[in-house]
């Protein structure tokens, strides 16, 4: 019974690397995926405040970005969030309609794509049109205004699914962010003329960095204006770094207590074995022979609690995934990377944590334990 409940305590730990520490991945996964999808090579955007793609840029700046040699288009964005009584978070997305970055959107049949000619016109995810029971024609009602579904689209990116768009320049109406004077947006997705060559795409960066220098100097309310390569913007993003680094500290938490439980399940285990230790040290036995027993004990504990929590885990994520917080942003899809992380996290440190009992074992001279009671 004390073993079952020791591999228990180390299955916790595993099922909250898998959970936690899964959904962290998960949702950096989607933003990189965003990215992959519409082939942007660089992001434009302004950190000023916590949560840097809420803050406003001028949209007069694609003006300059374009200018830059090796840059072949500029894409404006505007993300604002709608608060709704069955969706507490609803990306609205403005992008000017016929880009490029509505190619990779795969428009179900029967719809089709924003025109610059429409007019409160709306394209939505497939996940939020399944979740708001929505098809092409209806009307649904965001941020206060109805607008008409033209198209349902796919993409393979979670977070885009839950997503509507609509035309930049209508969302800028609505937005606290912009004015009519002066028009804006949250961020300029570009594209750069050799998408595949690294280096060219560090070059046009470079360029990209010496006008967001010049622009900082001109107004300060831009002074935290920054440019970053998609691929690493992600993985600097302050949101993601604490709810990746939050998820990290409580599985090690959880991680801990067992391991302090499987020392003193194993203290015990070799307290109470002491006679027959010593009758194996007597017959022959090796000192380096009772520490492999005892710690290949420690380690079929851990992987049992390894086999029990990966298990656990998996069906802990996918019951947070249910709250209305998380579903329409993840799926709770486990990554291979973050199991194999879990296990060999938790065999280590249960080996870790045998080797004190190994050694009391060990180091148990015979006629002391044969004589123990």
């Known amino acids: 019974v004390r073993s079952s409940l020791t591999a228990v305590a180390m299955a916790l730990g595993v099922a909250a690397v898998v959970a936690l520490v899964g959904l962290a991945e998960e949702f950096k ?19 000023a405040r916590w949560g ?32 709704q009584e069955d969706i507490p978070q609803l990306p609205v997305q ?34 939020l049109a399944k979740n708001q029971d929505l098809t092409v024609g209806d009307t649904f009602t965001v941020l206060g205004k109805d607008w008409d579904v033209v198209g349902i689209f796919d993409t393979a990116n979670f977070l885009e699914r839950n997503m509507a768009v609509v ?19 949250t961020g300029f997705f570009i594209v750069t003329t050799q998408p595949k060559n690294d280096e060219f795409v560090r070059q046009v960066h470079a360029r990209v960095n010496e006008l967001i220098q010049r622009v900082k100097k001109d ?4 002074k935290n204006l920054q440019a970053n390569l998609t691929k690493d913007h992600v993985a600097n993003l302050p949101e993601l770094k604490l709810v990746t680094g939050m998820a990290w500290m409580t599985s090690g938490v959880a991680v801990f207590i067992g391991a302090v439980g499987k020392i003193n399940t194993m203290l015990m285990s070799v307290q109470e074995r002491t006679k027959e230790i010593g009758i194996l040290r007597a017959i022959g ?20 609690g390894a086999v ?44 870790l944590a045998g080797v004190l ?16 009671d």
């Open 29 to 47: 996964n989607s933003f990189a995926l965003m990215y992959r999808e519409g082939n942007f090579d660089l992001l434009v955007y302004n950190s």
């Open 52 to 83: 840097g793609l809420s803050q406003a840029i001028p949209q007069r700046l694609e003006d300059e970005l374009i200018k830059i040699e090796g840059v072949q288009e500029v894409v404006p964005g505007l993300t604002e969030i709608d608060s």
């Open 94 to 127: 403005g992008y000017r309609p016929e880009t490029s970055v509505f190619n990779h959107f795969q428009v179900q049949p029967g719809g089709r794509k924003l025109l610059s000619s429409d007019t409160h016109a709306m394209m939505v995810g497939s996940q």
């Open 167 to 185: 035309p930049l320049d209508q969302l800028q109406e609505l937005s606290t962010l912009s004015r009519p004077d002066d028009p804006a947006v």
């Open 219 to 222: 107004s300060d309310n831009l």
């Open 285 to 304: 036995w090796r000192t380096g022979r009772v520490m492999k027993m005892i710690l290949g004990e420690a380690v079929l504990l851990s992987l049992m």
């Open 308 to 351: 029990l929590g990966t298990a656990g885990g998996v069906m802990l994520t996918k019951v947070l995934v249910q709250f209305p917080s998380a579903k329409n942003i993840m799926y709770g899809a486990v990554s291979f990377e973050v199991v194999a992380q879990a296990f060999v996290i938790v065999v280590a440190i249960g080996a």
């Open 357 to 372: 009992p190994a050694l009391r074992a060990a180091t148990l001279a015979p006629t002391t334990a044969l004589r123990h």
